[in-house]
């Protein structure tokens, strides 16, 4: 059956698709779609409905009909994004959830779209070369998560120190009954050292949170040096002098091992590739003091999470926070019974403003392309895209293999 789309703005239906892929041919099953402006000139799909609203009417005032599914599943299967690219699609707006691979990319250029971008700053989920082989822009969205990652990486940081979690259970199950001197007894920040493993733009904005919120020592390790970040940690240290208390200090590591064997608190913020995989292992924590935090925001694979366990069980006063976990949405066996960690459902770039501003910029990069639109030269200077009070900038915010496919790049 034919792709019959519904009429009515912002109306409820089921459509359904056989989509001849390779050698395979998919029947989907029924996939609900919401409608925004039926009769645009161009097609936008989004595999999710995605906070606030200024993303569907950018794309609305630039011609758009926008189908966003409202199909009540977490993760989309393949078939499911192929039933809803169905014969003519422009572009796609997707989740890091999905596998985009072959397949859909195909499916996509079939359907005359040439443009994809992750609601996300990370594309693991996407193989860049199958979108290259079909000639797909892959847009992404850096630039607005740095603050509320950070944050949220220092949320845990201090509510592992201070075993917050585990006192909010202690106190709903009806436990407490008087202080005690001993009862959740936890870590002091103040003069200890964190460490920071990958000081780029989120790693060294919760280095800065750390150092001048609790007046933290740092040592970091990257691979390139993080100078504005040795700048802030040495002016703050000079202020702390100048009002006659201890100044903090900075030193840049060798090598990893070397901020893990002296940190008390160590924040994960590499990249994921083979250098990365499984950087925390069983060697690696027993590095590590018996009493220190580890904190992982980044990407799940970057800690062996078998080994972890054991090491939790072993050493019941080293304590972890986790956003990000191996093989999502899974925990490996007995991390969820570890009181000694704090696990949260991949919520670092959950902050409303954030959301909002993923959406935001994930759109523009799907409208860039179908509007052919350059590139804009620097994909963390997000803010000129931000500002509902302005027209965001004719370009498209990141797309990551701009340079493969030959794009302009923006002199605005």
């Not at 859909?104 to 070369?129: E, I, K, P, Q």
């Not at 892959?138 to 740095?146: A, F, H």
């Not at 993080?226 to 700048?231: F, I, P, V």
């Not at 191996?326 to 066996?333: G, N, S």
């Amino acid at each position: 059956m034919r792709n019959r789309a519904p009429q009515i703005q912002g109306a409820l239906c089921f459509t359904w698709h056989t989509q001849q892929v390779g050698q395979l041919a998919f029947m989907a099953k029924p996939v609900s779609i919401e409608v925004w402006n039926p009769n645009g000139r161009y097609r936008v799909v989004s595999t999710k409905s995605m906070p606030g609203t200024r993303w569907i009417n950018l794309l609305i005032e630039q011609d758009c009909r926008v189908e966003i599914c409202t199909q009540k599943k977490t993760i989309l299967s393949v078939e499911d994004i192929i039933a809803l690219i169905g014969d003519k699609c422009d572009g796609v707006i997707g989740q890091l959830t999905e596998d985009w691979g072959e397949t859909l990319f195909s499916a996509l250029r079939r359907a005359g779209g040439t443009a994809f971008s992750n609601m996300a700053v990370g594309y693991n989920n996407v193989d860049v070369n199958a979108a290259n082989k079909y000639g797909v822009a892959v847009g992404n969205t850096p630039g607005v998560l740095t603050e509320t990652t950070a944050e949220l990486a220092a949320s845990l940081s201090v509510a592992a120190a201070r075993r917050i979690v585990e006192a909010d259970e202690f106190m709903r199950a009806g436990l407490y009954d008087g202080w005690l001197p001993h009862l959740f007894v936890g870590n002091l920040l103040k003069g200890q050292t964190v460490g920071v493993i990958g000081a780029g733009r989120i790693g060294s904005a919760y280095a800065r949170m750390m150092v001048e919120g609790f007046k933290m020592n740092l040592i970091y390790y990257d691979l390139y040096q993080a100078t504005r970040l040795e700048k802030f940690v040495t002016a703050y240290a000079e202020f702390l002098k100048a009002n006659g208390e201890k100044p903090v200090f900075w030193k840049r590591a060798a090598t990893t091992d070397e901020v893990l064997r002296e940190a008390d608190v160590i924040s994960l913020h590499p990249i994921l590739d083979k250098t990365t995989y499984h950087l925390i292992n069983k060697e690696r924590l027993a590095t590590m003091k018996k009493e220190a935090i580890l904190v992982n925001c980044s990407r799940g694979p970057v800690v062996d999470e078998v080994a972890l366990v054991e090491h939790l069980k072993e050493n019941p006063m080293f304590r972890v926070g986790l956003d990000v976990f191996e093989d999502e949405p899974y925990m490996k066996p007995g991390l969820a019974d570890m009181k000694n960690a704090i696990v949260v459902p991949h919520i670092a770039s959950a902050s409303k403003w954030t959301r909002e501003g993923m959406a935001t910029l994930a759109a523009l990069n799907v409208l860039g392309k179908i509007k052919g639109y350059p590139v804009w030269s620097d994909t963390n200077r997000v803010e000129p895209f931000l500002n509902e009070n302005v027209p965001p900038p004719a370009a498209c915010p990141s797309i990551v293999n701009s340079k493969v496919l030959g794009l302009p790049v923006s002199k605005l």
